[in-house]
């Protein structure tokens, strides 16, 4: 578990992330948890685990980089996920995607999961570049990026979302300014 002063980070094990997706219903994925998911995060929008289960599920040690529950630690509920989309490339470089509960906007959540996830990967062997990336109308989230100081670097076509703008940042400058 990754914490910050306000949240918990917890890492899905693959069995449940599998459970999660294949049966969203199956309260078994919470029996030995000390949070709940009043909020259905994962449940009802599977977000990333169309494209994570497939993956554990052909290589389950992927499953260190993969989805975690944001959980707020006063009232000990699930309030969003945030996964890397896998292990870091050849050059080293590691995307990471992020999800929170529209209740939970606004209240610095998606900044203070991100620095924490960041700021564990960096520890991670191969990790040198960290990227994020989202559609250039999303407002909130280029705001969110921009105030970590990544850099635009470019814009791809997502499959799925379209138009995505692409941000950077070396994990040595994410170092030098959050560590």
């Given at each position: 578990m990754i914490q910050t002063s306000r949240l918990?980070?917890?890492h899905i094990d693959a069995a449940d992330l599998?459970?999660?997706f294949e049966h969203p219903e199956d309260q078994s994925v919470y029996s030995s948890k000390t949070f709940s998911n009043p909020y259905r995060v994962l449940m009802d929008d599977a977000g990333p685990l169309h494209w994570r289960v497939p993956q554990v599920k052909k290589d389950p040690s992927l499953n260190i980089w993969f989805v975690r529950w944001i959980v707020e630690k006063d009232s000990r509920n699930i309030i969003g996920a945030i996964s890397f989309h896998?292990?870091?490339n050849e050059q080293g470089m590691i995307e990471?995607?992020?999800g929170i509960n529209a209740k939970f906007h606004n209240k610095g959540y998606g900044f203070e999961a991100l620095k924490a996830?960041?700021?564990w990967v960096i520890n991670q062997p191969g990790v040198k570049i960290l990227?994020?990336?989202v559609s250039p109308d999303n407002h909130p989230s280029v705001r969110?990026?921009?105030k970590f100081g990544f850099t635009h670097v470019?814009?791809?076509i997502d499959e799925q979302d379209g138009p995505e703008d692409i941000y950077e940042m070396s994990a040595l400058a994410f170092v030098q300014k959050y560590a």
């Open positions: 918990e980070l917890h599998i459970t999660l896998g292990a870091p990471i995607g992020l996830m960041w700021s990227r994020y990336t969110l990026i921009e470019g814009q791809q």
